[in-house]
């Protein structure tokens, strides 16, 4: 993993990250760490797809590339430049660059909100638009999307799951970003709203040009967007492949546990027995 | 009582609440059918009334604004228009439901084995200890670790996962003739979905138990169901053996299905035109 940082749109260099357990009545302070020298790298315009099972620390990964979480050591660059150690102007100008779409679509929107006020807000906050010109970015977003204008005065709770979290992509490229980290964002629709999901992101990283960090456990859908994959298990990268076929042959216990728990395709692959039973039962609480 | 060859059987189920525009029909023309043993599974898209279908066989709709209309047989009683005291008792011991999140589905307040006690000792004649000692065993029997210490803890210490199998074991202690299964993995990850399905499915061949297992997701389905019906718009469109439907669709809503499916492809067909 060398080379000009420059080159890449997006380079983590050995994050670590620790969420302070804090000291509670007889229980012992214990730190252990979410993400231990995490190291990976996204190039322009691909899409890095990230896997793991729950508590593998997918999601304190895309918090830290995002600069909600200042990480407790190691640097991230976005396009070269150190994330947290700009200045706060400067900063606040690279947070444009970088945008998220998270799971639950409806607690990531404001639920008194229009469908015009969700999605001008970034724009209001950024640019200076007058009224007229914000209404028609908000109507070719929407349009960019595949929603109608005429959807502008909506609530969240007039859409769909799978509407709405159209209306949080649109939110998200609003502001023509460089990536985008998506945290699960079709997991929770249906197969048939998922692919279209999916078939968006595709379209619009075409378009645009996005790098997409795309955080899932489903291998499927990653093996379908992604160029590379990687994925985490405690913490830590133990599999980083641009190569899906080597990927597949992966030989990492980790790895394994993710392919062969995929759910079968047609009932005559259905699974015959559980696999790696002994290691699954023994999986703590968050 | 004369085993009937269905465990539980829907016919013509017809489901409208009352708003305020007038009564509102969320599904119709149900048809279920469900043998011992046997997994009958439910897919569809969201909104097209599979969970609807799953309060409506548990009468657990609303009963001042909802009409539950047409049969549903649970061996040879019928349970449309029984009155709750008589529901609540076949709830859980005859007929059990496995809900999609299982974060929710326990009391945040009391410890993972007073629930469990107390939901044995509705239904079943046992003493408190007798309780307990059930609720290891299959604890146990779910493969979760250290069964008796698991009793003393919160539900927020557990991982979605583990608790999911909580829940499958606390429908195993009572023996169900029915299991209403909705969306019994989506909250989980992979690893942990087949690990809740391998038990469904040891559940209904030890115990012969029957399962509706309602889901959006094919690769659950394909895993587990041994006949499907097909859901769109409140009524169901297509029923078939799931090998059939797998390969033979008849509907084209089915198909349409079918065709979302992710599958495992190594070329990414999405976005790759850059």
Not at chain 1, 177 to 198: C, F, Q, R, T
Not at chain 1, 239 to 247: A, I, L, P, T
Not at chain 2, 41 to 70: C, F, H, N, P, Y
Request: hydrophobic content about 40%.
């Amino acid at each position: 993993m060398t080379g000009i940082a420059a080159e890449y749109m997006l380079e983590v260099r050995e994050v670590t990250h620790t969420y302070a357990a804090s000291r509670r009545w007889r229980r012992p302070a214990k730190q252990d760490n979410v993400l231990s020298g995490v190291s990976l790298h996204i190039e322009e315009g691909t899409c890095l797809g990230l896997l793991g099972s729950s508590g593998a620390g997918k999601s304190t990964l895309g918090r830290v590339i995002l600069g909600l979480e200042p990480p407790r050591a190691g640097q991230v660059l976005i396009q070269g430049q150190d994330l947290y150690k700009l200045s706060p102007q400067a900063r606040r100008t690279i947070r444009r660059d970088l945008q998220v779409v998270f799971q639950d679509c409806y607690s990531a929107v404001n639920p008194r909100m229009t469908a015009e006020q969700i999605i001008g807000e970034p724009l209001s906050n950024y640019e200076s638009l007058s009224v007229q010109e914000q209404k028609r970015a908000v109507g070719e977003l929407l349009e960019c999307v595949g929603l109608s204008a005429e959807d502008m005065q909506k609530q969240p709770y007039q859409f769909s799951g799978g509407q709405l979290q159209r209306i949080n992509i649109a939110r998200a490229i609003a502001l023509k970003p460089k990536l985008i980290v998506l945290d699960e964002a079709v997991s929770s629709l249906d197969m048939i709203n998922g692919a279209k999901i999916l078939r968006l992101l595709g379209e619009l990283r075409a378009a645009f040009g996005l790098s997409y960090l795309f955080i899932t456990h489903d291998i499927k859908a990653a093996c379908m967007i992604s160029d590379a994959l990687a994925v985490m298990d405690q913490g830590k990268i133990v599999e980083y492949n641009d190569s899906k076929e080597q990927f597949l042959q992966s030989s990492h216990p980790a790895v394994r546990g993710l392919l062969d728990s995929m759910l079968a395709e047609h009932p005559r692959n259905r699974h015959r027995e559980l696999p790696g039973l002994s290691d699954l039962s023994g999986d703590s609480a968050q | 009582m004369e085993q009937a060859e269905y465990v539980l059987q829907v016919k013509d189920l017809k489901v409208s609440v009352e708003t305020a525009a007038g009564y509102l029909t969320l599904i119709e023309d149900v048809n279920l059918e469900l043998k011992p043993g046997r997994v009958l599974g439910l897919v569809g898209g969201s909104g097209s009334g599979k969970t609807v279908t799953s309060l409506a066989l548990l009468q657990m709709l609303d009963r001042q604004t909802s009409v539950i209309e047409g049969s549903i047989r649970l061996h040879t009683r019928e349970l449309n228009g029984l009155p709750e005291k008589d529901m609540r008792r076949l709830r859980g011991s005859s007929l059990a439901l496995i809900m999609q999140n299982p974060m929710t589905a326990f009391s945040p307040v009391y410890t993972i084995g007073v629930q469990f006690v107390e939901s044995i000792r509705t239904h079943v004649k046992l003493g408190k200890k007798e309780a307990r000692a059930c609720a290891i065993r299959s604890l146990a029997d779910v493969n979760l670790p250290d069964p008796a210490a698991l009793l003393g803890k919160y539900p927020y210490e557990l991982s979605g996962g583990m608790l999911q199998r909580v829940m499958l074991a606390l429908t195993l202690c009572l023996k169900p003739s029915v299991i209403i299964a909705d969306e019994p993995t989506t909250a989980l990850d992979v690893t942990n979905q087949l690990q809740v399905l391998r038990q469904l499915d040891r559940m209904r061949q030890e115990h012969g138990t029957a399962i509706l297992l309602i889901s959006h997701d094919l690769g659950v389905i394909a895993e587990l169901a041994d006949e499907v019906a097909v859901m769109q718009h409140g009524r169901i469109v297509e029923t078939a053996d799931v090998f059939e439907l797998f390969d033979h669709p008849r509907h084209e809503y089915t198909r349409e299905l079918l065709a979302a499916r992710p599958l495992l492809q190594l070329s990414p067909q999405l976005g790759g035109q850059l």
